[in-house]
């Protein structure tokens, strides 16, 4: 499966974040199971703690729109290596991902690595869970 184009569509989500206080921008794009696409960045906050993550405001997006299965979620911060998703927002990939959801994590437009939720929220807590 060929990603380059959700890279290319977290780096410009990327362009929007607004990040005054760290400086460190972030980019995401969310692949809907009908082919949509929604990015969304980085949104500080003067009081640090309301700060959304780039994830986190593309899934919204998408939610919002309507959409509940995330396909994949591209995910660019540094340029030249990989940012992984914090823990906040792997929880709430978790929420919308299926079996077969695709974390893409972006250094370059083609350069890019492929993981699966299992592997970076081993043991996650989910909606399962509320149901034993
Ligand atoms: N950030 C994200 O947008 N996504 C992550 O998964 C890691 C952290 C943002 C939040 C904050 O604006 C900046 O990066 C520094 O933590």
């Not at 009908?34 to 949104?43: E, L, R, V």
């Not at 991902?97 to 989910?126: H, M, Q, R, W």
Request: proline content about 2%; aromatic content about 10%; hydrophobic content about 35%.
């Amino acid at each position: 499966m060929d990603y380059s184009n959700l890279v290319s569509k977290a780096f410009e989500g990327r362009k929007n974040a607004y990040a005054p206080y760290s400086n460190f921008k972030v980019g995401a794009a969310v692949l809907t199971e009908d082919g949509k696409i929604y990015t969304g960045c980085n949104i500080e906050n003067a009081s640090y703690g309301a700060t959304n993550c780039a994830e986190r405001t593309a899934i919204f997006k998408a939610i919002s729109e309507g959409h509940k299965t995330i396909e994949a979620i591209a995910i660019v911060g540094v340029i030249n290596d990989y940012t992984y998703p914090c823990g906040i927002c792997r929880q709430v990939i978790s929420e919308f991902a299926s079996d077969n959801t695709k974390i893409i994590l972006g250094k370059g437009k083609n350069e890019y690595i492929v993981k699966t939720l299992d592997e970076i929220l081993p043991g996650a807590f989910t909606k399962k869970d509320l149901e034993k």
